[in-house]
């Protein structure tokens, strides 16, 4: 449990830096672990939750989030991240899955890692049933699975040109907490999930510390590109090792 712990403060002091919570990368790490796969996704989200508080209470503030851009994607991501909490399904199933989930997350992170200029960027209009349309998807699977979303929200919006950098960023931050909420809110519902949990707290005090030392003074080991690149190789392996074990 320590060197869990120490992995778990490890991620959330780099991810908290860059307005991420971390889930895919906590997913990684548990299943490395051979932790029960069932409470995955409480384990993922509850550590979002608390590693993404500080960085969404400081966006707000600063007026950096843009609620026009974000509405509409909170419009279709809370029912569906609670619905997608709330379903219970086959270990099988969950690791084709997770194995899906961690792949696009690698590779959203290499276009993440690519971000454009501010200066030079004309904004393009999305229309809204669109943005509710994806906010429905990554919500579903983030309740599932156990992720905020961010990660695939904020390559997308970079992706369409749908909001300035800083916009994104902020915008995506607090997608990550409202997700997380409604998506543990599902998973609440099924029986005996605390019980199992609890026994992993050292985990959530971990990135409690690790999460606000990378939030108030904005730790960055390595230059985003190359943290992004990092992160991705290592959901990427992790996504591969899964899709080995099925066709074995």
């Not at 909170?74 to 199933?93: D, H, Q, R």
Request: proline share 4%.
């Amino acid at each position: 449990m320590i060197i869990l712990s120490i992995l778990f403060f490890v991620t959330a002091l780099i991810y908290s830096s860059v307005g991420f919570g971390g889930g895919s990368t906590y997913l990684a790490i548990l299943l490395i672990w051979g932790v029960p796969y069932t409470i995955f996704p409480v384990i993922a989200l509850v550590c979002n939750i608390i590693v993404v508080s500080g960085n969404s209470i400081n966006f707000l503030r600063s007026k950096n989030i843009n609620f026009n851009l974000l509405f509409p994607y909170l419009i279709g991501s809370i029912p569906f991240a609670f619905i997608g909490g709330s379903i219970t399904i086959e270990k099988s199933l969950f690791e084709i899955l997770l194995f899906c989930v961690l792949l696009v997350a690698g590779i959203f992170l290499l276009i993440e890692s690519k971000s454009f200029s501010e200066e030079k960027i004309k904004i393009n209009q999305i229309p809204k049933l669109i943005s509710i349309s994806i906010g429905s998807i990554i919500g579903f699977m983030s309740g599932i699975v156990g992720i905020g979303g961010g990660i695939f929200l904020s390559p997308l919006l970079f992706l369409m040109k749908a909001g300035y950098p800083r916009h994104i960023t902020s915008s995506a931050s607090l997608f990550i907490l409202i997700n997380s909420i409604f998506g543990i809110a599902g998973q609440l519902t099924k029986d005996q999930i605390l019980d199992q949990v609890i026994i992993y707290w050292p985990l959530f005090l971990s990135v409690l510390v690790g999460g606000q030392i990378g939030s108030v003074l904005n730790i960055k080991f390595l230059p985003n590109k190359i943290l992004a690149l990092l992160t991705s190789f290592l959901v990427i392996f992790v996504a591969i090792r899964i899709g080995i074990k099925l066709i074995a």
